[in-house]
């Protein structure tokens, strides 16, 4: 049977630290996921193609118009000029081109003999070889009528002939000629030939031969033209919807264009998308990471785990997001500012009170960027709601950071000032950061809602906190300050039924309180525990000496077996009565643990001395357990300490701090601190703290004489 219990205590400790916390952590993304998944569900605009539009249609996302892009690039392109060359330099080229032809025809015109009475044939071979001569100008092609006019013409009229041509050629390419203004140079150089010197058929032939020669010399250049239209294209920016850009306003006719521009934002996109869901899944996957995070590092900061505390975590996480979910559909009032009423800061003061700080900060953050999800899915303009999700930030970071170190609860005005004020001046900037328009009603009330969001928060938080601490049995200083409320049931059972207990308790409480703070401990708890500790006397008062008011002694007259049974049994009938009332368990295990294992010394010294065989000490120690944490045994060495010093007759400080060290260095070669986690160092602390306290207690003080006598002043 023994493997079998081993087992299950195993697979329990299995299911309840693994199962239960990955369980929890699943169901807070699952929830978070649902939340959010507006977000990334198609906002299909109901429009149609040539038909008014009732609703302005803005786009989702950041989308390149590529359609739009292509048509700026083309109008670039046909607006950019063409790229011309100007070769200032071809018109003496062409001047030598044709004082080639004229050379040539000199020379062969010599070498033929040819004169005006020639052959046919002696002409055919003299204009043969003149075009053989030409071959090296491919460009250049005069006709042999032309060139049997120039071989026959007289040497005289011939140079002029020459002469005027270069001259022509020169002037009608001194200027830019392009090929659009060609034909009218060439014509207008025609023209120019002085008709005076030169019979017709000699001008017929030289206007063929400037007309040949003449040429353009302002060209197209297709290099650079193709490069400047390139650059053109390539410096055009794309054309960009951008997010939250409207592109269909209410009253348009649709065009379809618009329809076009919808579909390219994904607006009118009728295939299913898989991607944004699984981003959605990503970004909840990091989210509830954080999370788990942080809540592993609370719970590896406390000695004793309790699921509890993921309950509590994940009830107020998931609560506060649901509350921010409802809040968003506040925006279809239409009432201006009407979702700044958001109780954001609800959930980090809950944190703060319940858990710790830093968890407050950390969901504080988590939270806000959660709501701008949720907000940008009714903005219906963008995934994620920047503006909103800055200010639940700042709201949510005044929640967790507002409460000082040893505030117990939010005080309404002084915590819900903050946060309203902190809203309204982060509702403000914002307003001047988007260079909003302001106006008296419209900001007015967002403000007045934003100022309103910030006692809204403090007055959910302390009408939450009591339901909390009922339904988890939360152990919060609010609690614990209640519990040492002096009308409590139980602290005015202690006064009446055994006022000495009562007194030595509130003496003890102070002794802890000291020392734990002292040395880091909840100093609060350690008070209110020693209020209770010692509630197990009130069934027998009258056997403990410090409620012996009449001094008269019940040990006296039974066995030292007896009184041992008594006493032993008082922290044991103190942690029932504690459980019968519901008390907090922390309190219940310092009742319980009070007195560990330790000797009950005086009964233990009557025993041996009233029997004849040895008595076990076993028999007189208490059966424990041994204190588990550090505010057990500060309220252990507080309680045995106290109990001490009030027997002593004449206490001094020397005295006091002697038996302080004593029981001390007793407690601790007792081993009554093996099972807690008190550091040497922290018990030298407290040992130091405790004596102070108590030679405060017990200074010294004037001895005043008993009988004052006055001498009587004589009357005269």
């Keep these: 049977m023994a493997p079998a219990n081993h087992f299950r205590i195993k697979m329990r400790t299995f299911l309840v630290r693994y199962v239960a916390d990955w369980g929890i952590i699943a169901i807070v993304g699952i929830i978070l996921y649902v939340l ?31 359609q739009a892009t292509e048509l700026k690039k083309q109008e ?20 030598e081109k044709v004082g080639d032809l004229f050379d040539t025809i000199t020379a062969v015109k010599k070498q033929q003999k040819i004169t005006a009475n020639s052959s046919q044939d002696e002409l055919n071979v003299a204009i043969s070889k003149i075009n053989d001569g030409l071959s090296a100008a491919p460009d250049s092609k005069i006709p042999d009528e032309t060139l049997k006019t120039l071989l026959t013409a007289p040497d005289r009229n011939f140079q002029i002939a020459e002469d005027i041509t270069s001259t022509s050629i020169y002037e009608a390419m001194s200027g830019k000629v392009g090929w659009n203004d060609l034909e009218r140079v060439q014509n207008k150089a025609a023209a120019s030939l002085p008709s ?26 297709a290099t650079a033209t193709k490069r400047n239209k390139q650059e053109a294209a390539n410096s055009v920016d794309n054309v960009t919807i951008h997010q939250g850009e409207v592109i269909v306003r209410k009253g348009e006719l649709v065009t379809s264009d618009m329809i076009r521009q919808l579909k390219l934002v994904g607006l009118l996109d009728e295939h ?21 995070f942080e809540y592993n590092r609370f719970k590896a900061r406390h000695e004793k785990y309790s699921l509890k505390y993921l309950y509590i975590y994940a009830l107020v996480f998931i609560g506060t997001a649901v509350i921010i979910k409802i809040c968003s559909y506040l925006r279809l009032t239409q009432v201006s500012g009407l979702s700044n009423i958001i109780p954001i800061a609800l959930a980090p003061l809950l944190i703060r009170m319940l858990l710790s700080e830093r968890m407050a900060v950390v969901s504080g953050v988590l939270l806000s960027l959660i709501g701008s999800v949720i907000f940008g899915i009714s ?37 819900g000032g903050i946060v309203a004020l902190v809203n309204i001046l982060i509702h403000l900037s914002l307003l001047m950061f988007q260079n909003a328009p302001f106006s008296l009603v419209g900001t007015g009330m967002s403000l007045i809602f934003a100022f309103l969001s910030g006692f809204l928060s403090v007055i959910l938080a302390n009408g939450l906190m009591p339901l909390f601490e009922t339904g988890f049995r939360i152990l919060s200083p609010i609690r614990l300050i209640e519990l040492s409320n002096p009308s409590q049931p139980l602290l005015r059972k202690i006064l009446i039924e055994a006022p000495g207990t009562y007194h030595h308790s509130v003496m003890v409480a102070n002794l ?51 009184s041992r049974t008594i006493i032993f049994s008082h922290p044991y009938d103190g942690a029932d009565i504690l459980r019968q009332h519901h008390m907090p368990k922390e309190i219940i295990d310092i009742a ?28 007189f120690r208490y059966p424990g357990p041994k204190v588990q944490t550090k505010e057990g045994a500060v309220v252990e060495l507080a309680d045995s300490i106290e109990a001490a010093v009030r027997s002593m007759k004449k206490p001094t400080p020397v005295k006091v701090q002697n038996l302080v060290k004593s029981i001390f260095n007793d407690r601790l070669s007792d081993g009554q601190f093996d099972d807690c986690d008190v550091t040497l160092k922290e018990l030298k602390i ?21 009988d004052l006598k006055v001498k009587k002043v004589s009357e005269k």
């Excluded at 005076?196 to 010399?217: E, K």
């Design 686 to 706: 407290v040992e130091k703290s405790i004596d102070e306290t108590l030679r405060g207690v017990y200074h010294s003080r004037i001895e005043y004489p008993k």
């Design 36 to 66: 959010m998944i507006g977000s990334v569900l198609p906002k299909n605009p109901d429009v149609r193609l040539h038909e008014i539009s009732s609703v302005d249609i803005q786009s989702p996302i950041d989308a390149v118009d590529t």
């Design 512 to 562: 802890a309180e000291r020392a734990c703070e002292a040395i880091g401990a909840n100093g609060l708890l350690a008070r209110v525990a020693a209020y209770y500790h010692d509630i197990g006397k009130t069934k027998r008062p009258k056997f403990f000496v410090e409620n012996q008011l009449d001094g008269i002694n019940p040990h006296e007259k039974i066995s030292p077996q007896l």
């Design 196 to 221: 005076s010197v030169l019979n017709d058929s000699m001008r017929n032939a030289l206007t063929v031969v400037l007309r040949d020669y003449i040429t353009a010399n302002y060209t197209f250049d």
């Design 272 to 292: 299913f998308n898989m991607i944004p869901f699984i981003g959605l899944f990503i970004f909840t996957a990091f989210i509830t990471l954080v999370f788990w």
């Design 379 to 415: 903005a219906k303009a963008a995934i994620f709601d920047a503006p909103m999700a800055i200010y639940m930030l700042f709201s949510a970071l005044a929640g967790a950071l507002v409460l000082r170190k040893r505030q117990v609860r939010p005080k309404f005005f002084q915590t």
């Design 592 to 619: 319980e643990q009070h007195h560990g294992t330790t000797i009950l010394r005086y009964f233990y010294v009557k025993a041996q001395e009233l029997s004849d065989q040895p008595v076990p000490e076993s028999e």
């Design 76 to 95: 670039a392109i046909g607006s950019t000029p063409s790229a011309y060359i100007y070769n200032k330099n071809l018109g003496l080229m062409q001047v």
